[in-house]
């Protein structure tokens, strides 16, 4: 549409400013002002007494007007020179207030313009006047002016000055609406005009700007927010235009959309079918493996546990030579070394289906670091490292922690730097950060060290710093990875660095739990001299009491047996639950271990059938399968406690002393006097012992000391002396293995302890 263009004025008034025009009408307006102010003082004053004075200054004009024309020209005696002399006189009457004149001069007269009948009149007598025609002789000259009524004239002029006054205020009215009309107004309608076209929607509009004043100014302001408006309008229609475009794509796209939705919903349920389907072949997959894990456990743990105890049975047993010792240590170590290897498994497993859970004791850090002591520093000194254990102080008594998980972490660490030094050091250094309540472990080795590109797969599942590791020192890879995920469990971690050639370290982070500023220790306790968990129960000491064994295996029915019968205990032997069940509710049995599984009915149903029908004896479970869900189900059924295969004779023997009672105390009333005569010899027997150890080890007669020392664990605590009993069996616990220095200082213990009671 083309541009429509609307002329504010093309006549010459376009040249005009508006503001000239507005200053001229103000003037205009002053000028209406003072003439009617003018005019009305004007017709206030005295009129009356002004006419009146004017004509008799009109009447002495006139009288010298008319004695000078007679002065000059004779009296005419004809009728034309009458009327030129009238003629000349009555001009003398234009434009004042006189009418007409009478004259008299001698004996002529004559009457000049109109002689009012109700007029007023004055008259001047000159009675010496020398007229032209005879300018010897004067004459009279008689002068009569005739004029009206001086009111009349006042009327007549009041009337005029209002007159010219009306006209005045007319004529300037005219001029100041044709210049409003023609200079203001017109402009203003035709930008009223335009205006209500634009909004009417002609956007094309647009003022011919011929004025230089405001209304110019107004226009060319006006042609420009129309050309802002048409771009805007413009950019508007092009952007609603690709709007439109954009929601037809949109509509399109989503018609799209929701054709791929639909399909997508299809292979989504398809999909979520599939994978619900790989997700049940997963877990059933998970199951199976666990199943399959459990299962192997238990039937490698099963053969274990003859192996490890027949062989520690014949490491107590006297007269064997040092090579048949060396090799049944030998079956001790690789059997428990497979043990490890199955529990490493195992938590693998139950960290993969994450089910391994920690619990929260009060743990005494120094009791667990000299257990690591115990285990792994004869490891060290055995290859020629130095082993030792620092504290910096101050240190907690107790920490709240898992003590078996720790002690696992604590454990891997510890062998872990044994296994790769081979000249130098293994150093652990424990102290406590009050701030973040944690307890810090750092295991500090001179070993072969780790580059830092091999540093962050140690702590992967399986996986170890390179093939020529695992082919030179073994291992599986899951200690480490274990390890962390423990530390993790229990509120810390563990951090490495390490230089190849220099060392490893290995710092070990875990959560204290509660610790109060006086909980908080300055110096290492006074240890036992051997941990409580491994407290042996002396053989010596006869037990008085039934016990029914149900286990499937004869390899383990002939150890537990053995094992029962050196405690002095009888025994019932059961092959499967049925006929633990039956042999319960026919004989009273003062404790009854319960293998879990076994054929015809297992353990589990065997428990809780006899809880069923109202027993009440002590029951263990003995079971392979030791994970926390399985003991917690075995405890559900009835059981009052478990003791995990392998069998830890320690652990064994202590559940059945505290379930069968000594045949000593049994008889002590009857057989005091014969007791105190056994005990008194065998203090008196004390300093021979004393004397053979000694003599032993100035012979490094090792095997002698490990005779001398059994005897005397087995004795010191049925005699009231339970103090030689730990020692001895510490002695015995070094010897087998193998660490001479530590079994130095304990011979030397030994016999201080000896020469004690005797002193």
């Known amino acids: 549409m083309a541009e429509k263009e609307i002329v504010v004025s093309n006549d010459w008034t376009k040249n ?11 003037i205009f307006l002053w000028m209406v002002i003072s003439v009617s102010f003018i005019g009305i003082v004007w017709l206030n004053h005295d009129l009356a007494g002004d006419i009146e004075q004017d004509i008799q200054r009109e009447v002495g004009a006139m009288a010298f007007h008319v004695q000078r024309i007679l002065s000059e020209a004779p009296f ?11 003629e000349r006189l009555s001009s003398t009457l234009d434009g004042s207030y006189l009418q007409g004149l009478s004259l008299t001069i001698g004996n002529h007269s004559m009457e000049i313009g109109a002689i009012p009948v109700d007029g007023l009149s004055q008259s001047l007598e000159l009675p010496h006047f020398l007229p032209a025609w005879n300018s010897t002789e004067a004459v009279s000259l008689h002068i009569t002016a005739h004029y009206p009524d001086i009111q009349s004239l006042v009327r007549a002029q009041r009337d005029g000055v209002l007159v010219i006054i009306a006209l005045t205020i007319l004529a300037i009215g005219i001029i100041l609406s044709w210049t409003i009309q023609n200079v203001l107004a017109k402009p203003f309608e035709v930008l009223i005009d335009a205006t209500q076209q634009v909004s009417r929607g002609n956007l094309e509009l647009r003022l011919d700007v011929g004025r230089e004043d405001e209304f110019g100014k107004l226009s060319r302001f006006f042609n420009k927010m129309m050309d802002t408006i048409k771009s805007q309008q413009d950019t508007l229609s092009l952007t609603n235009e690709e709007l439109l475009v954009e929601i037809a794509e949109r509509k399109r796209a989503e018609q799209e959309l929701k054709s791929h939705r639909d399909d997508l919903e299809r292979e989504v349920v398809e999909r979520t079918r599939d994978l619900q389907a790989a997700r049940d072949q997963a877990l059933e997959a998970s199951k199976a493996k666990s199943a399959f894990v459990a299962n192997i456990s238990h039937e490698i743990r099963t053969p274990l546990t003859p192996i490890i105890g027949f062989a520690e049975a014949l490491l107590d047993e006297g007269g064997i030579s040092k090579s048949q010792r060396q090799s049944l240590r030998t079956i001790i170590r690789n059997s428990r070394h497979l043990l490890t290897l199955i529990n490493d498994i195992l938590d693998l497993s139950k960290i993969e289906a994450n089910r391994l859970t920690v619990e929260n004791l009060a743990v005494n850090p120094f009791d667990l670091l000299q257990d690591i002591e115990s285990l792994v520093g004869m490891q060290a000194r055995e290859k020629g490292l130095d082993f030792d254990i620092q504290y910096e102080f101050p240190i907690p008594g107790l920490v709240t922690t898992d003590p078996l998980r720790l002690k696992q972490i604590l454990m891997n660490l510890a062998t872990n730097a044994v296994k790769f030094t081979e000249r130098g050091f293994v150093r652990v250094t424990t102290r406590y950060e009050t701030a973040a309540r944690q307890l810090i472990i750092q295991v500090t080795d001179s070993g072969i060290g780790i580059s830092e590109d091999k540093r962050q797969q140690l702590f992967q599942a399986f996986s170890q710093a390179d093939s020529s590791t695992t082919r030179e020192y073994g291992g599986t890879g899951l200690g480490l990875y274990i390890s962390q995920r423990l530390a993790r469990m229990l509120g810390g971690g563990i951090e490495m660095d390490s230089a ?7 710092l070990l982070r875990v959560d204290a739990g509660p610790v109060r500023d006086v909980d908080l220790v300055m110096a290492r306790p006074q240890f036992s001299e051997i941990p409580e968990s491994s407290d042996p129960i002396p053989e010596s000491v006869a037990l008085h009491g039934h016990v029914l064994v149900a286990e499937d295996s004869p390899d383990n029915q002939q150890l537990i047996r053995l094992y029962l019968q050196r405690l002095g205990a009888e025994v019932t032997l059961c092959e499967n639950g049925k006929l633990a069940v039956d042999a319960a509710l026919q004989q009273h049995h003062d404790l009854i271990l319960m293998d879990m599984q076994m054929p015809v009915m297992s353990g589990l149903e065997a428990v809780e059938r006899l809880r069923a029908r109202g027993y009440r004896g002590p029951i ?6 030791a994970m926390k869900e399985d003991v917690e189900r075995y405890l559900q059924s009835g059981c009052d406690g478990f003791l995990a295969k392998p069998i830890e004779k320690n652990d064994f023997n202590r559940v059945v002393r505290e379930y069968l009672g000594t045949r000593d105390e049994n008889a002590r ?4 006097s014969q007791y105190q005569e056994l005990v008194a010899r065998f203090v008196a027997g004390l300093p021979g012992y004393a004397r053979e150890i000694e003599s032993g080890l100035e012979r490094d007669d090792w095997d002698s000391v490990a005779s001398l020392s059994h005897q005397l664990k087995g004795m010191g605590g049925s005699f009231g002396y339970p103090e030689i009993t730990q020692v001895a069996s510490r002695l015995q616990v070094l010897l087998r293995q193998e660490s001479r220095e530590q079994a130095q200082v304990a011979a030397r213990d030994l016999l201080d302890l000896l020469h004690g009671i005797v002193a």
């Open 16 to 26: 005009w400013q508006a503001k000239i025009a507005v200053k001229t009408t103000a």
């Open 76 to 86: 005419p005696d004809d009728e034309s020179g009458v009327r030129s002399l009238r």
């Open 500 to 506: 190849p050639g220099v060392g490893s370290r290995f």
């Open 620 to 625: 263990f479970a003995l079971t392979a399968n």
């Open 669 to 672: 009333d009857e057989e005091d």
